[in-house]
């Protein structure tokens, strides 16, 4: 259950209370540049184009009537509505992405307009606009907001390209390098609000963390949709499996033939048994049983059968008498006097 305060006054009223003091066309523009009656967001060219004046001129006109509001005696007497607004903002963090602040007052999309446009009169918020690091986000606390995304640009840099962490490793690293971190903000919900904001990390289906092109955190296409459930199942799947697999987590249709091809092509993938496979990052190697056993003897020098199917076994799912027919293999493969195999 969510804990965190929401607020108390109903946005679109308050929001029809400042349109009130408007003229004609500067309430026109802003309604329609925030979408305030539940239609969509119109541009500033868009707008232009009604009134057949440039895209500068709509921007002034909208900076005046937000002036005008900021003036009135109605926004003065609302003023308890910012501060309601920025208790919110602080019990999510100081600072939070606009989705999240938006998604935690309300699921309408007309309401969230009408609070994006309260945020936006209110001098107590600052927005941080998207850019290639972080998304849109908004603070009550710039002293918080620079240390969050200090924090978060130092924690991208020290991550290595295919490293993945888990959640409660990426909150431990994030927490080393925020300094002298208030009290009220040493909670688990606020922490994973604000490793949110960065577009540079995320997380996968699985829960860890890495970077968020890797293909480990973002799934593109039927190859990563393979790795990611025979990932999730821990062991190795045959090409059957991961199909349906695939079409139940994912709600995506996988044709079999297009799973075994990938299977084959994609070198995270490792043949270990009939139409079976398992991630090579598991320690498995590509090769047949035969390369199997004489890389196991190139390892570790001769062994004793019993203690080479064992092995074999480790790495591929194949009946033991597979791996007796490939030590036959009298031009590869041959015993001393201990009853070890060695390679020729």
Known sequence: ?????????????????????????????????????????????????????????????????LNAIKKSAVFQKEKGIFDDLARVIKALGGVVSEEDLLNHVSKDPKTQNNVTFLLVLGDEFRKQKEDKEFKHHWSVDDDIAEKVRGSLKTLSQKLSPDELLSESEIIANFLSYLQDLAEQYKNEEIIKRWLGLSKVIDKNLLGEW??????????????????????????????????????KTFNKK?????????????????????????LKEWGYKKGTVRDVIKNILQKDGPLIKAEIIKRVLKERYVKENTILVNLQDYTLFAKNNKEEYFIL
């Open 254 to 278: 996988a044709h079999l033939a297009t799973c075994h091809n990938e299977l084959i092509k994609d070198k995270r993938f490792v043949l270990v048994g009939r139409g079976l496979y398992a």
């Open 210 to 247: 890495g970077f968020a092109n890797s293909p480990h955190i973002n799934v593109r296409g039927i190859k990563d949709y393979i790795f990611w459930v025979i990932r999730k199942h821990g062991s190795p799947m045959h090409f059957v499996e991961v199909a349906e697999a695939i079409t």
């Open 1 to 65: 259950m969510n804990l965190t305060p929401t607020i108390v006054f109903k946005p679109k009223q308050v929001t029809k209370k400042f349109l009130a003091v408007l003229q004609n066309r500067p309430r026109f523009i802003i309604i329609n540049r925030f979408g305030l009656e539940g239609q969509k967001k119109m541009t500033l060219e868009a707008i232009g184009g009604n009134y057949n004046i440039t895209r500068e001129r709509v921007r002034q006109i909208e900076n005046c009537g």
